[in-house]
């Protein structure tokens, strides 16, 4: 009876937004995206009415301390530390940061790119900074990495989960268009859940991410957005601005391995060194240098935006690099990114 009074309400706040929904679309729609659109929005609905508070404690620097505990609260006994967070930039960056902000500067005047921000940690000693730290983008394929941290943080309690089959029966055509295309599934084979992560993260694919958000652990993802400190997406919402220190922090928590255990976090990594991505940010990289990384692109008549997130392993100090970019043309922005993850890289290795 509980549960039917939930679906009620669930129904009764969902109503006018599938009309909207019903409306947006001129042409025949399939099925199964107006019910992953329901089902999808749902669970968001139920999620906000049972989870009203946030699992994040915030633990205030005080006493000259610039240190701030984020902790998980969903145990009883236990509070895991998700981050351990300097407050401030580290003004020893203070010469890089006006090299990058005179470098965006002169590619904004040639027209190469409208706005650009970046993200730099040292996870030696936790140091960090950030351009532009207010601009917001559409991560786009780099919250294929949410899903990846979804997937391997079932499987810690269902081993079984990443060895389940589907079988992919079509080309998902309503999905996001993507430029930079490095393999596709074959129409009609079955794919274990494990292969389908693969795909997702290797090949960046988007049909392989359709299937699995079909059976996606909703509560699972939305517990690791809330994690982190951000907004859980609304029913009726096409996009998801982030920052890059908000898109960097997914990388973060799997260096740390703060979220997943240490296996699951090492094969996350490992996954991310197999990108087939390389003409962004390792681009200008030595070929002998490890790079974990996932691109984001999204693409209108209005704009373009590319981005990547990286932890660049460069000797014993690696670093996290993210650059988001937003222009009219994708080449010039991957030319961009290029040039940023240079600078960093050869400020890194000197320093």
């Known amino acids: 009876m509980i549960l039917l009074r939930q679906l009620g309400y669930v129904l009764h706040l969902l109503w006018p937004s599938l009309i909207n929904v019903m409306k947006l679309f001129t042409t025949k729609v399939p099925a199964y995206i107006l019910i992953l659109t329901i089902l999808l929005a749902g669970s968001i609905l139920l999620y906000r009415e049972l989870h009203p508070v946030k699992v994040i ?16 609260t969903n145990f009883k006994y236990i509070k895991p530390l998700i981050f351990a967070e300097r407050i401030n930039e580290y003004d020893g960056f203070d010469n890089i940061k006006q090299t990058l902000n005179q470098y965006i500067d002169l590619e904004k005047s040639k027209g190469s790119i409208k706005s650009a921000s970046i993200y730099v940690r040292e996870f030696e000693q936790g140091r960090w900074f950030v351009v532009n730290p207010n601009e917001k983008f559409s991560p786009g394929s780099m919250m294929k990495i949410a899903s990846l941290l979804c997937y391997l943080k079932e499987s810690e309690n269902n081993p079984d989960l990443l060895f389940k089959k589907i079988q992919f029966k079509a080309h998902f055509s309503e999905i996001p268009q993507q430029k930079i295309v490095t393999g596709n599934l074959v129409t009609g084979r079955y794919y274990s859940i494990k292969e389908l992560i693969e795909a997702m993260i290797i090949d960046s694919n988007n049909d392989a991410t359709m299937l699995l958000n079909t059976m996606m652990n909703y509560k699972i993802y939305f517990d690791l957005l809330s994690s982190l400190n951000l907004s859980i997406p609304g029913d009726n919402q096409s996009d998801y601005p982030l920052t ?17 255990s240490p296996k699951n976090s090492e094969y996350a990594m490992d996954l991310l060194t197999k990108s087939k991505f390389h003409d962004g940010l390792a681009k200008l990289i030595p070929d002998n240098v490890t790079i974990a990384h996932k691109f984001g692109e999204r693409f209108n ?13 460069s000797g014993n100090k690696p670093y996290l690099l993210t650059v988001m970019t937003r222009g009219d043309d994708q080449e010039k922005l991957k030319t961009v990114l290029n040039s940023i993850s240079k600078t960093v890289y050869d400020f890194m290795i000197l320093k």
């Open 57 to 72: 404690e915030k633990i205030e620097s005080k006493n000259n301390c610039d240190i701030q505990l984020i902790r998980s």
């Open 244 to 260: 890059t220190t908000e898109c960097s922090k997914m990388m973060r928590i799997i260096f740390n391995s703060s979220y997943l």
């Open 301 to 313: 008549p209005v704009e373009q935006q590319l981005h990547e997130t990286a932890i660049i392993y």
